[in-house]
């Protein structure tokens, strides 16, 4: 069973930059020729929200309104890790940061200009916190 670990959560000022990390374990993905991976982040009080993905094949991304042009998503197939660069921080952009993978291209598809729909993602990792002030 593949499991993920995000890291690079912290507290920032507003303007800053963070770049969190979720690197995949074990289980089938390496397999895979392509599969869908993505940042998900929940605030309190709020649903979780798909704010980037991508698809390891070719690198084609997409991004949430709220995060393009500020965050940046990669991904490194020779460490099965993933990337997520976020510049220019807003106090908005506090929440918990989760990673996720796929095998479905679905998961990697924009539909109503919701990114990436969480029921498409079987593997999670824990989180990490970010907070802006």
């Known amino acids: 069973q593949v499991q993920l670990v995000e890291s690079g959560g912290g507290s920032v000022k507003a303007g800053e930059s963070l770049k969190l990390s979720c690197v995949a374990f074990?289980?089938?993905?390496?397999?895979?020729?392509?599969?869908?991976m993505a940042w998900f982040r929940q605030a309190p009080g709020k649903e979780r929200e798909g704010i980037a993905n991508?698809?390891?094949?070719?690198?084609?991304?997409y991004y949430a309104d709220s995060v393009r042009g500020r965050f940046t998503i990669s991904h490194d197939s020779a460490t099965n890790t993933m990337y997520l660069q976020m510049d220019n921080l807003r106090p908005e952009d506090t929440a918990t940061y989760y990673c996720?993978?796929?095998?479905?291209?679905?998961?990697?598809?924009?539909?109503?200009?919701?990114?990436?729909?969480?029921?498409?993602?079987?593997?999670w990792g824990h989180g990490t916190q970010v907070t802006v002030s």
């Open positions: 991508i698809w390891t094949a070719d690198h084609t991304t």
């Open positions: 074990g289980g089938t993905y390496s397999s895979y020729r392509s599969y869908c």
């Open positions: 996720a993978a796929s095998g479905e291209a679905a998961g990697c598809t924009v539909v109503g200009g919701v990114v990436s729909d969480p029921v498409w993602f079987n593997v």
